[in-house]
């Protein structure tokens, strides 16, 4: 955790092959110690699903129960049985550890040797300014996604009636959280096509990992989701929250779909930079050798404490815009300056409309970006503790078998669970960077 803290940005020019040795060595051991910890947690979800498959009233499918616990030869049995039942739901953070690692130490793998421009990179904070609205919604979604796999976790295999009202639950709240999504999606690809703004195409080992993992992860959702399609239209007898599992699973690819393409041109899109001339700006006006500004500086303008918020048409800094000649042609050098001051008040309302409709653009973009965020996180837990109606609905294993289904669960699932916390963290990138 230290050396991916402290390196994971480094590019290393000196002794190259013996780095891409060690640092490929430890992307290949995170992933076997990464297959490993999910191969357990598999064993463990199994023997609780053929549990609440007896509940459930499965009887045609052949089950055999396996207990893989170890034995405990421990004389305090009470702290061993709390220790060995609790140590299950630290396994998610187990595996997210050992992907998360091998994925920064295989971007630290591709960068050594790497020539890149020397430019100075500017880090952008998270604000919590101005993504308020989209937090909220956010944490609404968090806190009843809580509450909802708390709920399902006691009520499942307790009975069929207690079963069957679980699954219809989850089925509910996932389907109004991913309608929520697609439409949040929608709106800020929109309005990204209403940007006119370059794509930055440059290599970057980082980025394209970023939008190959988001596509290849997606693939393990996509999978069950299709399955879980085949297995509706197939089935004989279709039980009814089984028909709530049909518009989840077109949604989960519909959402995963229009995420990545919202994620994908976020981080692929130039950030927007201010000339230095610009910051500088002023729209002056020159009387008898002297230059008089006319309106408020770059930064008045960009923060939006200008005067035309409050309705003043902004004035000359010393007194009045041209001074009267006693001489004939004074009038005309009043008429030409009066006419300047127009055109310049004209066009600096311009700018500060064009500033306005930027700053909301990109204030919903945030907020959209907070909210997906937040709901990722929501969207993880679940699968991550437990909550899996692949499962629990049986209604896929009767159609392609118990083996086999389980089988591509137990492949899929892990990539799902992986997708949704690294479009969080693409998610939080995309929030800074907006």
């Known amino acids: 955790v230290y050396f991916l803290w402290c390196h994971a940005k480094d590019i290393i020019q000196s002794f190259k092959t013996l780095e891409r040795f060690g640092v490929i060595h430890s992307v290949f051991t995170n992933l076997l110690l990464w297959t490993n910890g999910v191969l357990t947690e598999s064993k463990h979800q199994l023997n609780e699903h053929k549990e609440r498959l007896i509940t459930l009233g499965f009887g045609n499918i052949t089950i055999v129960l396996d207990d893989h616990a170890p034995q405990c030869n421990c004389t305090t049995t009470t702290l061993c049985s709390i220790f060995s039942q609790g140590i299950y739901y ?13 994925t920064m130490l295989y971007v630290l793998w591709k960068n050594i040797g790497r020539k890149v421009e020397h430019h ?10 101005g993504i308020t609205v989209g937090m909220i919604f956010g944490l609404i979604v968090l806190t009843s996604t809580i509450a909802i796999v708390v709920v399902y976790l006691i009520q499942i295999g307790r009975s069929k009636i207690k079963s069957e009202l679980a699954l219809t639950m989850f089925y509910l709240h996932a389907i109004f959280v991913l309608a929520l999504m697609c439409t ?35 693939a393990g959702s996509w999978l069950l989701s299709w399955g879980s399609i ?37 981080i692929h899109r130039e950030q927007e930079k201010v000339n230095d001339d610009i910051k500088t700006l002023r729209i002056v006006t020159i009387s008898r050798g002297s230059t008089l500004s006319l309106t408020p500086s770059y930064k008045e303008i960009y923060n939006g404490i200008a005067a035309r918020d409050s309705g003043e048409v902004p004035r000359l800094s010393k007194g009045s815009v041209c001074g009267r000649e006693s001489a004939g042609g004074g009038a005309k050098e009043e008429t030409s300056q009066e006419n300047s001051s127009v055109m310049h008040s004209a066009s600096d309302f311009s ?24 709901c990722n996180l929501s969207l993880w837990i679940p699968p991550a503790f437990g909550c899996r109606p692949e499962y629990d609905n049986g209604l896929e294993e009767i159609v392609f078998g118990f083996e086999p289904w389980i089988i591509v669960v137990n492949l899929a699932m892990p990539f799902s669970i992986f997708y949704r916390m690294h479009s969080a963290a693409s998610l939080f990138e995309v929030n800074c960077k907006t």
């Open 120 to 129: 100075q990179q500017h880090k952008t904070p998270f604000k919590f300014h």
């Open 90 to 102: 630290l396994y998610p953070f187990n595996i997210e550890y050992h992907i998360l690692a091998s």
């Open 230 to 266: 085949l297995a509706i239209i197939c089935a004989r007898a279709h039980p009814k929250y089984t028909w709530y599992n049909l518009p989840y699973s077109v949604l989960v690819i519909i959402e995963k779909y229009i995420q990545n393409l919202f994620i994908i041109e976020s």
């Open 184 to 218: 949040a999606g929608i709106v800020a690809l929109f309005i990204y096509r209403l940007e006119d703004r370059s794509l930055d195409n440059s290599k970057n080992p980082a980025r394209k990992l970023d939008a190959e993992l988001l596509v290849g992860t997606a």
């Open 351 to 374: 700018f500060y409309s064009r500033n306005s409709v930027t700053n909301n653009k990109r204030r919903v973009l945030k907020n959209i970006a907070a909210f997906l965020f937040l």
